[in-house]
């Protein structure tokens, strides 16, 4: 198995750099599976599940940008509808 560059960046640090490159300072919340392909077809399948957000950003902002995505998957679009 490699190990892991201990002078490379965490995939959390090199997602954080990618994301706010591209939207600045906006507030925002990334759920990811970062399961190996080993846990995932074991015997006793695992999941592993994490969360990329600005590292000064407050834990209601976060939680509200879940709960708003949530929210918006179990709407059901109205034809016509603009909001």
Wanted: overall charge negative; aromatic content about 6%.
């Amino acid at each position: 198995m490699n190990q892991p560059d201990m002078n490379e960046p965490d995939i959390e640090h090199r997602l954080r750099d990618a994301i706010e490159t591209i939207i600045g300072s906006a507030p925002y919340a990334l759920c990811f599976d970062d399961t190996p392909l080993e846990d995932m077809f074991d015997n006793e399948p695992a999941t592993c599940m994490r969360v990329v957000q600005p590292l000064r950003q407050a834990t209601y902002t976060t939680r509200g940008l879940f709960e708003a995505g949530s929210d918006i998957l179990a709407c059901t679009p109205i034809e016509g509808d603009n909001e």
